[in-house]
């Protein structure tokens, strides 16, 4: 079974063939009685759900007329999605959160042209780092995680967080194809377009494209509802099995030495708030968590790790701004050994005065922990700004070429419109993303989980394109 008719399954209880049986069962015995037909539903919850998803267009299209059963919302359970390989609710326990820490991502006016990261590295131990501001440690209490939060549902929290996404490109896609004449070469020039401007990626909507003029040969699909149906499905069939051999899980220690991942990224993108969010998540979970503050570029950024290490009850190492980060990054790591964490997230610049010299740092940070850790650092994780769509894309490429990135963390898809920009990374990357961030909070990080992911952003196509 494609990965479609998995999540059809999974969240209406039916996929397309029995669905298309049932219709036609239906069809044949009761034309009125239409009610019969409907899926059992899983939760009808939010009946209202996406405007766009039966369009008005739909219905001037001569053949789609007939009542869909309504699309059946996942329960907060997912009852019978026991299809889906079955997940554990692997979420975070949002005991907390609540409280806005605004942070000011810019807040320090930055850039005294920073010395080049000296290439003498073997040292790095004790002369620079002063642990100035190491600050935090267990002398705040979190006050701030008492008042709590009723707990949030994952497959609800991808809905929510990708409503704009995918009414974006629901309404995009009811939209074309309400207007177009005839399956003719015009018709698949737009189409690319319309899935470029989604941001699916350049090679994907070729890709799609392609494919769907045998597909629409081969199963003779003239109407608009099967043209549409057919689309959808290559798109989520196409995502599956691009993913076939992917692991969207996080790589721990094997040993009792700690677990280190290193945070790359652009400016802005949201590295300080994952660490933040996931150095929560852990030390909920029980786990000794340390940060390391390893973007000495500018003040701003230590000053935000550390505000976050309060915030959290996590200890941050940390020192002056400019100092070599390699050298805070190497105490951080004698101090993660030395005092049994479990966890050490390292934080690193953005940007510095260019590209090659941002690089050279991004390595050296790396081989300082692998002197110290042979296995470690166990994920680089490159952080991505989701609500940039294709430029997204572009930095992923780039850090790729120099950096060894062993996964993505897709951040800001709650305020995008550009979900879309997933299916790209793995149909042309081939690089895991491993988290993805739906808010600003403190529980707002989940693990990828690629079938909720693409039922969050195609839910009404998904639902609805099949029943027509
Ligand atoms: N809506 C939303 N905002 C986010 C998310 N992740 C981060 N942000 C916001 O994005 C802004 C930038 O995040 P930072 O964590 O400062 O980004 P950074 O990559 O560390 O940036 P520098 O410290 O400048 O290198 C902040 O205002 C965050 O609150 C998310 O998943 N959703």
Do not use: C
Not at 34 to 49: G, I
Not at 117 to 134: H, L, W
Not at 144 to 159: C, H, I, N
């Amino acid at each position: 079974m494609g990965l479609f008719d998995r999540i059809k399954k999974a969240f209406t209880g039916k996929d397309d063939s029995e669905e298309k049986e049932l219709e036609k069962k239906s069809s044949e015995q009761a034309p009125e009685s239409d009610q019969n037909s409907k899926p059992e539903p899983a939760s009808p919850e939010e009946k209202e759900s996406t405007p766009e998803a039966q369009p008005e267009e739909a219905t001037e299209d001569e053949s789609t007329v007939e009542e869909k059963p309504e699309p059946a919302e996942p329960t907060v359970e997912e009852p019978e999605s026991k299809t889906v390989e079955p997940e554990p609710e692997s979420e975070t326990k949002p005991e907390n959160s609540s409280e806005t820490v605004k942070e000011e991502p810019e807040n320090t006016p930055e850039e005294s042209a920073p010395e080049e990261v000296s290439e003498s590295d073997e040292e790095t131990e004790e002369e620079t780092t002063e642990p100035v501001a190491e600050e935090s440690k267990e002398t705040e209490e979190p006050k701030e995680s008492e008042e709590t939060e009723k707990p949030k549902d994952d497959v609800k929290e991808y809905d929510e967080g990708l409503k704009k996404s995918r009414n974006s490109f629901s309404s995009r896609l009811n939209h074309f194809l309400a207007n177009f004449r005839s399956v003719d070469e015009d018709f698949f020039d737009d189409l690319e377009e319309l899935l470029i401007e989604s941001d699916v990626g350049y090679e994907t909507a070729m890709r799609i494209s392609d494919e769907l003029r045998e597909e629409v040969k081969l199963e003779n699909a003239k109407k608009k509802s099967d043209v549409s149906n057919v689309i959808v499905r290559k798109l989520v069939d196409m995502y599956g099995e691009e993913g076939k051999d992917e692991d969207n899980d996080l790589k721990f220690s094997t040993d009792k030495t700690p677990t280190i991942f290193l945070f790359v990224g652009v400016n802005g993108a949201g590295k300080t708030t994952t660490i933040g969010k996931l150095a929560h998540r852990y030390q909920s979970e029980g786990k000794k968590v340390l940060l390391a503050a390893g973007d000495t570029f500018r003040a701003g950024a230590i000053e935000q790790l550390q505000e976050w290490g309060k915030r959290v009850n996590v200890p941050v190492q940390a020192s002056k701004a400019h100092t070599d980060p390699a050298s805070v990054v190497y105490d951080a790591v004698q101090r993660a050994v030395n005092e049994d964490f479990d966890i050490l997230l390292v934080d690193t610049a953005g940007r510095l005065q260019n590209k090659e010299g941002l690089m050279r740092e991004l390595e050296k940070i790396k081989r300082v922990i692998t002197r110290e850790l042979p296995d470690a650092p166990q994920e680089v994780l490159l952080v991505l700004d989701g609500s940039t769509g294709q430029n997204a894309l572009s930095q992923a490429k780039q850090f790729n070429e120099t950096t060894d990135v062993s996964g993505i963390v897709l951040t800001k898809l709650d305020g995008s419109s550009q979900g879309g920009v997933v299916l790209a990374i793995r149909n042309e990357l081939h690089i895991p993303v491993k988290l993805v961030g739906l808010g600003e909070q403190m529980d707002d990080l989940r693990d990828f989980d690629p079938e909720k992911f693409i039922y969050g952003l195609f839910k009404d196509l998904i639902v609805g394109a099949s029943n027509k």
